[in-house]
């Protein structure tokens, strides 16, 4: 692992100001994050420890929905009354992610971020243009089980691995954001993962400095929760598809 900074932020205002800097990133639960690390696939010269933030909570909204922290873990979500009761379909997709070890570090707004599991991606000495841009894409034409059918470009055909990310857009969530002038911005789910399209480096609608404060649930949609995910064994194994959604059935 290549030598870094370490700075544990205090407040968010000082945590946006430290993710301005160049190669700078956030770290929470790093489960991601470290084996990246290690196999040099990203080197940032700072990391910015951001789990001293009040960012931890699930709570209640004034119009009947729910605001998710962005360092709620994944476990404490999945096992969340609201959320069992009132959006079965996200703690279904949660519990069918990652290990349960995982998912007792992994946080929501790192499962947000967390990278694609492209098996190119993660070998240096292949090309690849989401880690390194201009290289080329070494999937195309190589071995694409795991790969994107629709949303792909000439540019890249890698998938992203959340299950939570696919309840969330089924649910119309949106993520709210802090910048780095102090301001707030919401972006709604569907707009926050970028297609590859001719820059498959760029992967979210986040700015430089921008750090996820919370994800917000509206009211709950009434109907039949569904999450299937396909995939190669019964744990621990990402989807080869998934699909979310609230299927309601009216009379009439």
């Known amino acids: 692992m290549i030598p870094f900074d370490y700075i544990r932020a205090e407040s968010s205002a000082a945590a946006t100001t430290e993710g301005c800097r160049p190669e700078t990133q956030f770290i929470a639960g790093g489960t991601n994050l470290l084996d990246l690390m290690k196999l040099q696939i990203v ?3 700072r990391l910015v420890d951001v789990t001293r933030l009040d960012l931890g909570g699930v709570e209640e909204t004034a119009d009947g929905g729910l605001r998710i922290g962005a360092l709620v873990r994944n476990s404490d979500l999945a096992a969340d009354p609201r959320v069992r009761r009132d959006y079965a379909l996200l703690s279904r997709a949660l519990l069918a992610g990652a290990s349960g070890q995982l998912r007792n570090m992994a ?19 292949q090309a690849c243009n989401k880690r390194q841009p201009g290289t080329g894409c070494a999937a195309i034409g190589g071995v ?14 890698a998938t992203h691995p959340s299950d939570m990310a696919v309840a969330l857009r089924a649910l119309d969530a949106a993520v709210e ?9 919401l972006i709604p789910m569907a707009e926050f993962h970028c297609l590859p399209g001719e ?21 709950p949609l009434r109907g039949s929760h569904i ?9 621990y194994a990402f989807a080869l ?12």
């Not at 802090?178 to 301001?183: K, L, N």
Request: with cysteine; hydrophobic share 35%.
């Open 43 to 45: 080197t940032p010269t």
């Open 107 to 125: 946080t929501t707004g790192g499962n947000l971020l967390q990278r694609t599991r492209c098996p190119y991606f993660y070998d240096t000495a």
């Open 144 to 157: 694409t089980r795991n790969h994107a059918i629709l949303g792909a470009s000439e540019h890249c055909i």
């Open 177 to 185: 954001v802090e910048t780095p002038d102090g301001s707030r911005r």
């Open 199 to 219: 820059t498959p480096q760029i992967e979210t609608a986040l700015a430089p400095g921008d750090l996820i404060t919370a994800v917000l649930l509206p009211p």
């Open 227 to 235: 999450y299937r995910k396909v995939r190669d064994r019964a744990s």
């Open 241 to 252: 598809v998934s699909v979310a959604a609230v299927v309601r059935i009216e009379a009439g």
